[in-house]
T-cell receptor, first 115, second 110 residues
């Protein structure tokens, strides 16, 4: 049973470009979470999705950031017009039933560098 | 006040000692509590989960929860150098949001 997969593992973008981060949850998991981690800081919750629905996006910046988890395919975190402050590690996690009862299994992360 | 607070450390203990990691949270309706370990440059991995007041033991790890005091802790017995990592406390509520503390960095010296 493959774990949570994220790609790319490293992504370099210039200011103003778009970044697309992909997350394939573990088999059988329908709950996906995205987190951002700045160097030497903790994980900051961004968004929680369940197949085709955004459940909680209270941690998402109001502009330039969006997330989706379509019926088929991976979850996508999209950052438009990236700025240097977007440079961080972005982790995706998944769980089978939901955050209240389940641990979250984390992917290896995508390290975004904005030049 | 942060929703989940941890001492940032670094916490340094000698090999074989007990390491005690603490976490307090502000939302009284929190129901699920998790401890994750994160090695530098790696993703978090679950150490322990706890849902009810009291102690929960798993090998060298013991999680303690006190909902009245809004406090959860992790004890690591017989600490090993391989336990050196950042430990993240996570708190979940009915709303679905998972809130992580900033983590405590533990160093176990041989």
């Amino acid at each position: 049973n493959a774990g949570v997969m994220q790609n790319p593992r490293h992504l370099v973008r210039r200011r103003g470009q778009e970044a697309r981060l992909r997350c394939s949850p573990m088999k059988g998991h329908s709950h996906v979470y995205w987190y951002r981690q700045l160097p030497e800081e903790g994980l900051k919750f961004m968004v929680y999705l369940q197949k085709e629905n955004i459940i909680d996006e209270s941690g998402m910046p109001k502009e330039r950031f969006s997330a989706e988890f379509p019926k088929e395919g991976p979850s996508i975190l999209r950052i438009q017009q990236v700025v240097r402050g977007d440079s961080a590690a972005y982790f995706c996690a998944s769980s089978p039933r939901g955050p209240l009862v389940d641990e979250q299994f984390f992917g290896p992360g995508t390290r975004l560098t904005v030049l | 006040q942060k929703e989940v607070e941890q001492n940032s450390g670094p916490l340094s203990v000698p090999e074989g000692a007990i390491a005690s990691l603490n976490c307090t949270y502000s939302d009284r309706v929190s129901q699920s509590f998790f401890w994750y370990r994160q090695y530098s440059g790696k993703s978090p991995e679950l150490i322990m989960s706890i849902y009810s007041n009291g102690d929960k033991e798993d090998g060298r790890f013991t999680a303690q929860l006190n909902k009245a005091s809004q406090y959860v802790s992790l004890l690591i017995r017989d600490s090993q150098p391989s336990d050196s990592a950042t430990y993240l406390c996570a708190v979940n509520t009915n709303a679905g949001k998972s809130t992580f503390g900033d983590g405590t960095t533990l160093t176990v010296k041989p």
